[in-house]
């Protein structure tokens, strides 16, 4: 039974072209190796775990301090006056409804404004402290720097970067490096460890959109990988990392209050985002794999498939792109950065914060809305 279903689900009339078998595959030439799908699982699995435990090292290790360094504390947030009665509803529903809220207050004889008050505050205490956001950033900063250099060094002397067409030259029957491996599993990595980490991380509005492009991000390298579109798949990998360098760039500068340097990072990364999301993604890298491949292989099933996949990538790059141009004209007519539309759950302007950490001691500095910037791929 379980064999039978995985011959359907890796069927080679779905997954690869005509006249090419999985054993075609797995008996290369003496000296070369083609991708092993099992091999990349294999590592990746385990490496998303460590890659999660390395994360909490370093931010507990290395970001931390460095907050502590930019005077960057957790504050002292308001604490709600102890009520069994609304703790109790908080538990299950942190937001109660206005028939709820009245029930309260005829229970408690409170006002409704007290109660709505109460509730406001209960949530300000589980919101996450600017230290742990600029903690997040931080990690994935170093990591996105980090991997992309990786990525660029190794793509700038192949051939296909520079033209796509060769990425379906001899195809699927091309050798594969251990640099490309090592990226491979890598990204693959990570992206299961955003995976799960987004259900503890800071939860942000986007939750569901970034959801969706971790899914698709996972199953597009996988299944990439599977059947020997490594080539384009490295050139996807690397043009998604280079944008996200500088968003997490600008969400530091902000955490830090170095307000003209995030001001000019996010710049940096409206314009980055265009560029490589919007004109190189889909007029270089989408047209590559949606039309030479059909002019030097043919489509085939599994063609299909992918090519959905980018495009469902593309079509969040074109919804973050409005979002990300609406906090630019804001921040026009601003003179700065203001909100963020995929922002926190709770406006960081509500949290009640009695802190003196303000590098001027004289003056208490409000964290900014537009640190609420969130990251992706």
């Not at 959109?209 to 390298?221: D, E, K």
């Not at 003179?335 to 208490?364: H, L, Q």
Request: hydrophobic share 45%; net charge positive; charged share 20%.
């Amino acid at each position: 039974m379980t064999s039978s279903i995985a011959a359907w689900i890796w069927s080679e009339r779905f997954w690869l072209p005509e006249n090419v078998s999985w054993a075609d595959l797995e008996h290369p030439p003496p000296g070369v190796e083609y991708p092993r799908l099992a091999h990349m699982i294999y590592a990746a699995l385990p490496l998303a775990v460590g890659i999660f435990i390395l994360r909490k090292l370093f931010e507990r290790l290395v970001a931390k301090p460095c907050a502590h360094i930019l005077q960057i504390q957790v504050g002292l947030r308001r604490q709600a006056q102890p009520n069994a009665v609304l703790e109790s509803l908080y538990q299950s529903k942190t937001c109660p409804d206005m028939r709820q809220l009245e029930g309260l207050s005829k229970q408690l004889d409170w006002d409704v404004r007290k109660i709505q008050r109460w509730f406001r505050i209960r949530r300000n205490q589980d919101r996450p402290s600017i230290e742990k956001k600029f903690c997040e950033s931080m990690w994935r900063f170093t990591f996105y720097l980090g991997i992309f250099i990786y990525g660029i060094t190794h793509l700038w002397l192949s051939p296909w970067m520079w033209d796509t067409r060769q990425c379906w030259y001899n195809y699927p029957f091309q050798p594969l490096s251990l640099r490309q491996y090592n990226y491979y599993v890598a990204e693959l990595a990570f992206y299961w460890s955003l995976m799960f980490s987004q259900f503890t991380d800071i939860k942000r509005k986007d939750f569901n959109i970034m959801l969706i492009h971790h899914l698709a991000t996972i199953i597009l390298i996988t299944f990439s990988y599977g059947n020997n579109m490594v080539r384009a798949g490295t050139l996807v990998m690397c043009v998604h990392d280079a944008s996200d360098i500088f968003l997490e760039a600008a969400k530091l500068a902000n955490y830090a209050k170095y307000q003209r340097l995030c001001d000019g990072m996010f710049v940096v990364f409206s314009v980055s985002f265009f560029i490589a999301r919007l004109i190189i993604f889909p007029f270089w890298i989408v047209y590559s794999v949606l039309l030479e491949s059909w002019e030097i292989i043919g489509p085939y099933r599994a063609w299909w498939l992918l090519n959905g996949l980018l495009l469902v990538l593309q079509t969040l790059h074109i919804i973050w792109f409005y979002l990300i141009a609406r906090i630019a004209i804001k921040a026009i007519f601003k003179g700065k950065v203001s909100k963020d539309d995929r922002s926190d759950i709770e406006s960081s302007s509500d949290e009640e914060i009695n802190s003196s950490s303000s590098k001027n001691p004289s003056e208490t500095l409000k964290p900014k809305d537009s640190s609420n910037l969130n990251g992706h791929s």
